[in-house]
């Protein structure tokens, strides 16, 4: 075995570095970040799936890879947080090391390690993978389905081919977003292919008979991954449980759907802008442009191909939120953190190495690095280490995970404290959707989540299966109208109501009730 020289044990060492860097900010002062609402979704689901009591499509909601991942490090809820937003940040690592692998492969160590070192500060990429969402996982499986790519576009072989139907099946399972990425590899063997102006059509009978097999068994390996959902889904489609496959709520559906791609866009660009810098977001555009046009002459030249194809791994995460989200929001776009900081990188490492002005392109290029990190990426990412209600965040950013009635605050706190007193100690608690899988992390007891939309029917059903009377339950409200006198026989008595401190709008404020049956009340 060939021993490692010098030169790559200190490259090694760079890469362990930055990916211990990387895992310090994403795993220190884990809860300083009050829990989002779509994380007691997740945590719920993870505590359930490895139970196998229903088909994990059932639940899966194009997100079903995060619940078993989560699941294998299922915890108490007083400390499912924490814990599971600690495994979110180990599997960036996974993330991380497949960003170096690709910056290695498209422009050497230099680059590799650039990318690393950029997406571990960038704040788009931290930010969510100190919270326990799926779009990490989603990038981490793209990041290695881009690695493979490229080896794939070198060498089309079967086995290569059936490696990237696993990590596409992978990356979808993590989050459907990723559907258009089964495209990356085709992209990668028609960019990276030796092209030549004479007899093209003998060179594409070429390209198809060395890569078509190939991405045939990728496909196929896809469709067999794929199978024990689809099928199931399929034959459940008319039945009283469909399988949710689809989170359908966040779909574009009609025409009061509120914007067009060109308005998606125009709202989206200043909420990447709140994680990323202004300077970030104009220096990857010219990074950009000065990959493909300085290379379009000459097709072979190797940065117009490289940029290309992370160009092209950009727009296969961007298209389908843009023209199929309902909502515009930036956890979507959370996994263009790594093909952005690879553009940026393989640039730099570029511009490092020409010939002419050489002292003085190095030094524009660490000028610019160095200023990005002190004035945006460091000030950011020690804000959100500590305060990250202090962090100035726009738009959906503010109202997400900020505001108050998403996040569990100091209201969703005190209600659940509420809830905790409550006598007796066995009464049946209910919570209204919007509440209740935020006050899963704070109850000692169980809290039934009401459905989503109207509670009154789902609470008048647990009413009369689980209040007989003489019995009382208690019920958390938040953003829903006040409704219990539309449930026949139904008495109640207000004992607390909390509001959150960051909205002046009571419909949204968290009050507990006391519940129970009689005439007269």
Request: with cysteine.
């Amino acid at each position: 075995m060939k021993r490692p020289t010098a030169t790559t044990i200190t490259q090694l060492a760079v890469a362990a570095a930055f990916l211990l860097l990387q895992l310090f900010i994403r795993t220190h002062n884990l809860t300083v970040q009050d829990p989002y609402l779509d994380e007691g979704f997740h945590i719920k689901r993870a505590a359930v799936v490895w139970d196998f009591d229903q088909h994990p499509g059932r639940i899966s909601r194009g997100k079903v890879l995060l619940y078993f991942w989560l699941g294998l490090f299922e915890a108490d809820p007083h400390i499912a947080l924490p814990v599971s937003r600690a495994a979110v940040a180990v599997f960036s690592l996974i993330t991380g090391a497949a960003l170096y692998a690709v910056g290695r492969r498209l422009g050497g160590h230099r680059a590799g390690a650039l990318a690393l070192g950029l997406y571990a500060v960038l704040p788009l990429a931290f930010f969510y993978e100190r919270m326990a969402m799926a779009d990490p996982l989603a990038l981490g499986f793209a990041a290695l389905t881009a690695w493979r790519s490229l080896s794939f576009a070198r060498r089309p072989t079967l086995r290569e081919g059936a490696i990237l139907g696993v990590l596409l099946a992978l990356a979808i399972f993590s989050k459907l977003t990723m559907s258009l990425l089964p495209l990356l590899p085709v992209a990668a063997a028609l960019i990276y292919f030796p092209w030549q102006r004479a007899d093209l059509r003998a060179q594409f009978r070429r390209w198809l008979a060395d890569y078509l097999p190939p991405l045939l068994v990728a496909a196929g390996v896809l469709a067999l991954c794929w199978l024990p959902f689809l099928i199931p889904a399929f034959l459940a489609r008319n039945s009283d449980e469909p399988f949710r496959l689809v989170d359908s709520f966040n779909l574009r559906s009609s025409g009061d759907d509120p914007a067009s791609p060109r308005l998606y866009i125009e709202t989206l660009l200043p909420l990447v802008r709140d994680v990323t810098g202004r300077a970030f977001l104009i220096a990857a555009g010219l990074a950009v442009l000065y990959g493909l046009v300085g290379g379009w002459r000459t097709y072979q030249h190797r940065r117009f191909k490289n940029t290309l194809f992370l160009a092209v791994w950009l727009l296969l995460f961007a298209l389908l939120p843009v023209f199929t989200a309902r909502l515009i929001t930036l956890r979507y776009y959370m996994t263009s953190a790594g093909p952005l900081a690879l553009i940026l990188a393989c640039t730099a490492a570029g511009l490092w190495t020409v010939s002419r002005l050489r002292a003085l392109v190095r030094a524009g290029v660490a000028l610019g690095v160095g200023a990005w990190l002190i004035l945006f990426a460091l000030p950011f990412a020690y804000t959100d280490l500590t305060a990250p209600d202090k962090l100035n965040l726009s738009g959906t950013n503010h109202t997400e995970y900020q505001a108050g009635y998403l996040i569990g605050d100091e209201a969703v706190r005190a209600a659940a404290a509420a809830l905790n007193r409550a006598e007796p100690p066995d009464a049946a608690q209910y919570a209204t959707w919007w509440g209740c899988h935020l006050l899963y992390f704070y109850t000692d007891r169980p809290v039934e989540c009401l459905g989503y939309g109207t509670p009154v029917g789902d609470l008048q059903q647990h009413v009369r299966d689980d209040l007989p009377p003489g019995e009382v339950a208690y019920l958390a409200v938040t953003g829903y109208s006040f409704f219990l006198d539309r449930i026949d026989g139904l008495c109640w008595e207000a004992v607390a109501e909390y509001k959150h401190p960051h909205i002046n709008y009571d419909a949204w404020n968290v009050s507990i009730w006391r519940l129970w049956t009689g005439d007269p009340c």
